[in-house]
Antibody, heavy 120, light 109 residues
Framework: QVQLQESGPGLVKPSGTLSLTCAVSGGSISSTNWWSWVRQPPGKGLEWIGE???????NYNPSLKSRVTMSMDKSKNHFSLKVTSVTAADTAFYYC?????????????WGQGILVTVSS | QSALTQPASVSGSPGQSITISCTGTSNDVGGYNYVSWYQHHPGKAPKLMIYDVSNRPSGVSNRFSGSKSGNTASLTISGLQTEDEADYYC?????????FGTGTKVTVL
């Protein structure tokens, strides 16, 4: 059974960089699946941030593209997210998720989420 | 890309059926059969309920069904139960990009 687990600082200062990692267990990150980050600001809806495959370039939400970088570490079987120049608007629950396999483009597996607060 | 449009809230009594709409454009919902639906309790992991418009993952109750007509996808919950009370989101995948719906809060009266 594939499991995903987010980790990282729960508090980031304004103008700083948000950095999160998603550890994958029960499957290889080098498999034919796409790995995404999704976030939900308090009281708002879900927003897709971007996806990464083990080959090729990541795809990002155009609204965040200038501030987002995703990468993967195959040796540690995890992938990461960085968001630069954060503001209070980046305060949100951040989820990592997997698409591909039997469910095609749908997100069949999710992490439990991590709350990141941007505040001084 | 704008968010897909969903009603903010839908309610029903136990045993009733409700339908949640998800309206996009011909560039997303209408152009591809890559619509999925998620049940979400805030602060917890979303759960996949429907993928590729109308397919149900194993373990998801057959009370949940999905369909699409033109630029609008729909999720129907039949035999509504108290455990179905949650937020529901649609999403469409197109051109290496996902767009989520605005979300619908389902209340069981």
């Amino acid at each position: 059974q594939v499991q995903l687990q987010e980790s990282g600082p729960g508090l980031v200062k304004p103008s700083g960089t948000l950095s999160l990692t998603c550890a994958v267990s029960g499957g290889s990150i080098s498999s034919t699946n796409w790995w995404s980050w999704v976030r939900q600001p308090p009281g708002k809806g879900l927003e897709w941030i971007g996806e990464i495959f083990h080959r090729g370039s990541p795809n990002y939400n155009p609204s965040l593209k200038s501030r987002v970088t995703m990468s993967m570490d195959k040796s540690k079987n995890h992938f990461s997210l960085k968001v630069t120049s954060v503001t209070a608007a980046d305060t949100a629950f951040y989820y990592c998720a997997r698409a591909g396999g039997y469910y095609g483009s749908a997100f069949g597996y999710w992490g439990q989420g991590i709350l990141v607060t941007v505040s001084s | 890309q704008s968010a897909l449009t969903q009603p903010a809230s839908v309610s029903g009594s136990p045993g009733q059926s409700i339908t949640i709409s998800c309206t996009g454009t011909s560039n997303d919902v209408g152009g591809y059969n890559y619509v999925s639906w998620y049940q979400h309790h805030p602060g917890k992991a979303p759960k996949l309920m429907i993928y590729d418009v109308s397919n149900r993952p194993s373990g998801v109750s057959n009370r949940f069904s999905g369909s699409k007509s033109g630029n609008t996808a729909s999720l129907t919950i039949s035999g509504l139960q108290t455990e179905d009370e949650a937020d529901y989101y649609c999403t469409s995948y197109t051109n290496d990009y996902y767009v989520f719906g605005t979300g619908t809060k389902v209340t069981v009266l």
